[in-house]
């Protein structure tokens, strides 16, 4: 699986767990939200405020509507 599609699985994966041990492993992993990790802090410090509202809105509902569909074929 290459790694964009990696990717697109992890957060959809995310994005329906439930589950708060995973949730705070991918915190642990990746920086609390509003509470940077050293490795993370300046990666996503260059990107606040970049997206309007009416944007990051926009971002949400395409990946909502073309990333959760499961193509059986993608797993190939």
Known sequence: MHSE????HIIEAVLRTDNEAV???????????GV???RTKGRFN???GAL?????????????ENFEKINP????
């Open 46 to 48: 260059a990107l606040l």
């Open 36 to 38: 940077p990790s050293k």
């Open 5 to 8: 599609a990696r990717k697109l």
């Open 23 to 33: 949730l705070t492993a991918i915190e642990t992993i990746v920086g609390q939200p």
């Open 73 to 76: 074929d993608d797993w190939k």
């Open 52 to 64: 309007t509202n009416e944007e990051a809105d926009a971002m949400k509902k395409t990946i909502e």
